[in-house]
C-alpha cells in the first residue's frame, strides 16, 4: 500500500467515534488513545518516553484553544507526526473518495448522434474507449457534457445510460449502477487522454474505430509505466512503475508475451523508478529472471487489536460467497480464531515462522546480469522486490536509496475519524526490527547514480555490456 495516493472509500468505515468536531481536546485525547492501543510502531517510535510525553501533552494543551475543526484536523496530523510513518494519516479530499447516493441512472434519448460527435472540433466530445466501455461524450450545455455508453463488458450497463458527467471548470461525477457516485476532477491530455483523477479511470479517444484491444491494453500499460523494450543486442529493459492491484494481471500477461525476448536477453534491466508500491503478487512473474536458490526474508508480526480483527471480519464478510473465495474465507476464520485468543500481543500469522527461507525456481533460460533501477519514490512492495533482488548474486542494485516506507505496513481503514476523516493504520510490524530498520532511510543501492549521471538506463546498459 502506498501513501502517495490512497484511494479507499470512506463508506467502508462503519464504525466511527461519535464526537463533536468543535472539541479540540476531545478529538485529540481519543486520538491518542487509539494511536497507543492500536498501533504496531508505538512501543519502538516511542522509546524516548520523556520526548514522546512532552511532544503529546504540548498538543493537548494547545488544543484547548482551538476550536475550529480544520485547526483541530492540523493539531492531529501534527500528532501523527511525531511517529514519521507515512502508512499512519488520515484520508482527505485529495486521497479518498466519498459514496454518494442518486434516485436513478439517466439514460439519454440520442439518435443518429455518434456521427456528429466524431467530427466535433470540441476535444472532449466524441467517441472514448477503455477495457470496460466504449462511450460517447455529448456536449448538453454551455458548461456541461454527458458520458454515456456505447457498449460495455459490465451488461448492467445499457445503451445510452450516462457513466459520468464533465463540466468545464475540470470537475466531474462518475455513477455507479448500484446507484451511487463520486465527485471527481479530470484532466485531458493531448486531447487523446482522459484521465480521472482520484478514480484512477482512463479512456482514450478512438473517433475512427483503430483502436484493438490489444492497442488498447499496449496504450494503458505505458501510461502507467509498464514495458518490455529491447535497447541492444544484449539488453532488454522492462519498466514495473506500478504494483498497484488492478495491474496484477496486466503485468503477469505482459511478461509472458515478452517471455521469449526476455530469455534470449544476455542483460536485463528491471526500471522500478517512481514505484510508489501496491500488492506483492503483482513481482511474481518476474522473479524467475532475477532469483535463483534460497532466499532468505523476516516476515512480519500483526498486532491483535480490536481495529485488526474488526477489519477482517469485514473483509471476510465482503468475500463472494464462491467457490472461489472458499479457502480464503476458511483460512481468514481460522486466523480470527487464534487472534482473539492473543489480544493485545504481536503474533505472526498461524503455520509461519519468524524467519522464512523460500526456494526460487530460476527460469531455464535467463538473463546473466540484471540491474535493477532505483530512485527515492520507490516505495512498499517496490522496496520489498529491491530487498528480494539484493539477495540474487547476479543482481545490482542501481540508483538511489529507496523512499523508505516498509517497517510498518498493511494499512487498513481504522474505527477512529474526524470531521469525515478517516485514519488510516498499519496492521503488523516487520521483523527486521529493531537492528534493520528501512523506514526513512530506504534501500541502499549496491551503486549510487548521483545527479551528474542524466541517463540511467544508458549508464546502466553501458556498465552491463562494457
Known amino acids: 500500500m502506498k501513501k502517495t495516493i490512497l484511494f479507499l472509500l470512506i463508506s467502508l468505515c462503519s464504525f466511527t467515534f461519535a464526537q463533536d468536531k468543535s472539541d479540540s481536546n476531545f478529538a485529540l485525547e481519543k486520538l491518542v ?10 512501543d519502538e517510535k516511542s522509546k524516548d518516553k520523556v520526548l514522546y510525553e512532552h511532544f503529546k501533552n504540548s498538543l493537548l ?30 484520508l482527505d479530499d485529495s486521497n479518498s473518495l466519498k459514496l454518494k447516493k442518486i434516485d436513478k441512472i439517466e439514460n439519454l434519448k440520442v439518435k443518429k448522434i455518434l456521427s456528429k460527435i466524431s467530427n466535433s472540433k470540441d476535444s472532449l466530445e466524441g ?60 484532466e485531458l491530455k493531448n486531447a487523446e487522454i482522459l484521465r480521472f483523477t482520484k478514480t484512477r479511470k482512463n479512456f482514450f479517444k ?49 511478461i509472458n508475451d515478452n517471455k521469449t525476448l526476455i530469455e534470449n536477453s544476455e542483460n536485463l534491466i ?62 481468514i476464520l481460522d486466523n480470527l480464531l487464534f487472534y482473539k485468543e492473543n489480544m493485545g500481543k504481536y503474533v505472526l500469522r498461524p503455520n509461519t515462522k519468524s524467519v522464512e527461507t523460500e526456494n526460487y525456481e530460476a527460469s531455464a533460460k535467463s538473463p546473466k546480469q540484471v540491474v535493477v533501477l532505483v530512485n527515492k519514490k520507490v516505495a512498499s512492495s517496490g522496496e520489498v522486490l529491491t530487498l528480494l533482488a539484493k539477495q540474487s548474486k547476479k543482481v545490482k542494485i542501481m540508483g538511489t536509496p529507496t523512499s ?23 496492521t503488523y510490524r516487520s521483523l527486521r526490527l529493531p537492528d534493520f530498520p528501512i523506514d526513512n532511510i530506504g534501500v541502499q543501492p549496491d551503486i549510487y547514480l548521483d545527479e551528474s549521471v542524466e541517463d540511467w538506463v544508458k549508464f546502466a546498459t553501458d556498465y552491463l555490456e562494457n
Do not use: C
Request: charged share 30%; proline share 3%; glycine share 4%.
Open 61 to 90: 494543551e494547545k488544543s484547548k484553544k482551538i476550536t475550529d475543526s480544520k485547526e483541530t484536523l492540523a493539531l492531529l496530523k501534527e500528532y501523527l507526526s511525531f511517529f514519521r510513518d507515512r502508512h499512519i494519516f488520515f
Open 127 to 186: 467517441i472514448w474507449k477503455n477495457e470496460e466501455f466504449k462511450i460517447g461524450i455529448l456536449k448538453v450545455k454551455d458548461s456541461l457534457y454527458k458520458g454515456f455508453v456505447i457498449t460495455s463488458e459490465n451488461k448492467i450497463w445499457k445503451a445510452n445510460d450516462v457513466l459520468f458527467t464533465l463540466n468545464t471548470q475540470k470537475k466531474m461525477k462518475l455513477f455507479s449502477s448500484d446507484l451511487t457516485y463520486f465527485d471527481d476532477t479530470y
Open 33 to 42: 488513545n487509539y494511536t497507543e492501543k492500536n498501533y504496531p510502531g508505538f
Open 270 to 331: 528491471i526500471d522500478l523508478r517512481d514505484n510508489g508500491g501496491g500488492t506483492t503478487n503483482s513481482m511474481t512473474p518476474i522473479l524467475p529472471y532475477i532469483m535463483g536458490g534460497k532466499v532468505r526474508s523476516m516476515n512480519v508480526e500483526y498486532f491483535v487489536s480490536d481495529f485488526y480483527i474488526s477489519n477482517q471480519e469485514r473483509y471476510v464478510k465482503n468475500l463472494p460467497d464462491t467457490d472461489k473465495y472458499k479457502e480464503e474465507k476458511k483460512n
Open 404 to 426: 523508505g516506507v516498509l517497517d510498518y505496513a498493511n494499512a487498513m481503514i481504522s474505527n477512529y475519524e474526524y470531521d469525515g476523516h478517516s485514519l488510516i493504520l498499519p
Open 206 to 254: 478512438d473517433n475512427n474505430n483503430q483502436l484493438s484491444p490489444e492497442i488498447l491494453n499496449q496504450k494503458i500499460n505505458e501510461l502507467f509505466g509498464l514495458s518490455v523494450k529491447k535497447i541492444s543486442p544484449k539488453t532488454t529493459l522492462v519498466k514495473l512503475q506500478n504494483f498497484d492491484y488492478p495491474f496484477v494481471e496486466k503485468i503477469e500477461k505482459l
